[in-house]
């Protein structure tokens, strides 16, 4: 029988040498693909290792994205209380989670906000609040005087397709507003933003890709390219014919697809900090939109946590439900039986899969390294 302690040793002396001559993160990415790999031998290394909770505090929201639940039919009029809240970052501070990511809905809709922020600031964990940016420079005083460090702004569009999408004439000027003000006020040294840009048919073109960089340089802020979801249980799926919604990605689409992943390459080569996406994840867009749930790389979900706004929380944003904060506290729900159970399961697409955390499955996976890196 395989021992996980020996197989994690092994690994270690396997890349001691290196330790010599790469920096420390180099080498914690080559122990990462090295488990990686071994893990699709073996799922007995696979094992919860949560280093981020994604909270989302609110169903509540000022848009209606026309891909999007919240609002309406996800969770409808759900709130994580306060009291909760406080005693969930307590606990990600003793169990050595250190990441929190506060969004929703719309998370600045949430009265206390400030003090989720204050609270994990105050524990010493890295926080960032993700918004749709309405209300930013309105409350972004209070909360960066709370202790927020960082900020992330979805984004669906620009314009007339902003507006569309997001189903509210002149939104997209408010954003735009809302962001200058906030700019103005807060620099990047001093506050990081960035955007959430969802790549999605209908508002995704060629020149809509080069303006909507032109619009993350305009505010100095890095961007992200996020997929439009196929399997999230707050996104739209396949309507009751069986037709697909006009936000996916189908063959036909696969030359726009690619003039779009060239340019996001060019791009990333000409201005590297401009662009988070990794080169490899750049060069698999087209098969993650197009192959949707077809897509099988073994999943890294292992390593979150996803807290919905009534306070059920899963592994994922999709599945592997292990329990309610209004029925137990965090604390007695992680590293249990169902939480290593389900972190395996999640590994090997046990589930309705995915393009979550799609850049990081592509690097870590040895066959998507080799594919879509450039010969």
């Given at each position: 029988m395989?021992n996980?302690?020996k197989?994690?040793?092994?690994?270690?002396?396997t890349l001691?040498?290196?330790?010599l001559?790469?920096p420390?993160?180099?080498?914690?990415e080559?122990?990462r693909?090295?488990?990686?790999?071994?893990?699709?031998v073996?799922?007995?290394?696979?094992?919860?290792?949560?280093?981020?909770?994604f909270?989302?505090?609110t169903a509540?929201?000022?848009?209606r994205?026309?891909a999007?639940?919240?609002?309406r039919?996800?969770?409808?009029?759900?709130?994580?209380?306060?009291?909760?809240?406080a005693?969930?970052?307590d606990?990600?501070?003793?169990?050595?989670?250190?990441?929190?990511?506060?969004?929703g809905?719309?998370p600045?809709?949430h009265?206390?906000?400030?003090?989720?922020?204050e609270r994990?600031?105050?524990r010493?964990l890295?926080m960032?609040?993700?918004?749709?940016?309405?209300?930013?420079?309105?409350?972004i005083?209070q909360?960066?005087?709370?202790?927020?460090?960082?900020?992330?702004?979805g984004?669906?569009?620009l314009?007339?397709?902003?507006d569309?999408?997001v189903q509210?004439r002149g939104?997209?000027e408010?954003?735009?507003?809302s962001?200058?003000a906030?700019?103005?006020?807060?620099?990047a040294?001093?506050?990081p933003?960035?955007?959430?840009?969802?790549?999605?048919?209908?508002?995704?073109?060629?020149?809509?890709v080069?303006?909507?960089?032109?619009?993350a340089?305009?505010?100095?802020?890095?961007i992200?390219?996020?997929?439009?979801?196929?399997s999230?249980?707050?996104f739209?799926?396949?309507?009751e014919?069986g037709?697909?919604?006009?936000?996916?990605?189908?063959?036909?689409d696969r030359?726009?697809?690619?003039?779009?992943?060239?340019?996001?390459?060019?791009?990333?080569?000409?201005e590297?900090?401009?662009?988070?996406n990794?080169?490899r994840g750049?060069?698999?867009?087209?098969?993650?939109?197009i192959?949707?749930d077809?897509m099988?790389?073994?999943?890294t979900?292992?390593?979150?946590?996803?807290?919905?706004?009534?306070?059920?929380?899963?592994?994922?944003?999709?599945?592997?439900?292990l329990?309610?904060?209004h029925?137990?506290?965090l604390?007695?729900?992680?590293?249990?039986?169902?939480h290593r159970?389900f972190?395996?399961?999640a590994?090997?697409?046990?589930?309705p899969?995915?393009?979550?955390?799609?850049d990081?499955?592509?690097?870590?996976?040895r066959?998507?390294?080799?594919?879509y890196?450039?010969?």
């Amino acid at each position: 029988m395989l021992n996980s302690n020996k197989i994690e040793t092994f690994i270690k002396n396997t890349l001691q040498e290196s330790r010599l001559y790469a920096p420390a993160k180099a080498v914690k990415e080559q122990m990462r693909r090295a488990h990686f790999s071994l893990a699709q031998v073996t799922d007995k290394v696979v094992r919860p290792a949560p280093r981020e909770v994604f909270l989302s505090l609110t169903a509540n929201c000022n848009l209606r994205c026309g891909a999007c639940c919240y609002g309406r039919d996800f969770m409808h009029g759900h709130q994580l209380p306060w009291k909760i809240g406080a005693q969930l970052i307590d606990d990600c501070k003793d169990l050595g989670i250190g990441n929190i990511r506060l969004y929703g809905g719309e998370p600045l809709l949430h009265r206390d906000l400030h003090k989720f922020v204050e609270r994990t600031a105050d524990r010493g964990l890295n926080m960032y609040v993700t918004t749709n940016g309405l209300l930013l420079d309105k409350k972004i005083d209070q909360l960066v005087d709370a202790g927020l460090k960082r900020v992330s702004v979805g984004l669906y569009g620009l314009g007339e397709d902003y507006d569309a999408y997001v189903q509210r004439r002149g939104s997209f000027e408010l954003v735009r507003n809302s962001l200058a003000a906030t700019r103005k006020r807060h620099g990047a040294d001093k506050l990081p933003m960035s955007l959430d840009w969802l790549l999605m048919r209908g508002t995704s073109k060629p020149e809509t890709v080069r303006d909507t960089l032109q619009f993350a340089r305009d505010f100095d802020m890095q961007i992200y390219v996020n997929l439009i979801h196929y399997s999230l249980p707050y996104f739209v799926k396949k309507d009751e014919s069986g037709d697909n919604q006009p936000f996916w990605f189908e063959e036909e689409d696969r030359p726009l697809l690619e003039e779009i992943s060239g340019i996001l390459l060019e791009v990333k080569k000409r201005e590297p900090d401009l662009i988070r996406n990794t080169e490899r994840g750049i060069r698999s867009i087209p098969d993650w939109l197009i192959l949707k749930d077809q897509m099988r790389i073994p999943c890294t979900s292992y390593d979150m946590i996803w807290i919905g706004p009534d306070g059920t929380v899963q592994l994922c944003f999709v599945t592997f439900n292990l329990g309610s904060l209004h029925k137990q506290r965090l604390s007695e729900m992680l590293f249990t039986d169902k939480h290593r159970r389900f972190s395996r399961d999640a590994f090997k697409l046990n589930c309705p899969n995915c393009n979550c955390g799609y850049d990081k499955r592509v690097n870590l996976h040895r066959a998507s390294r080799e594919k879509y890196t450039p010969t």
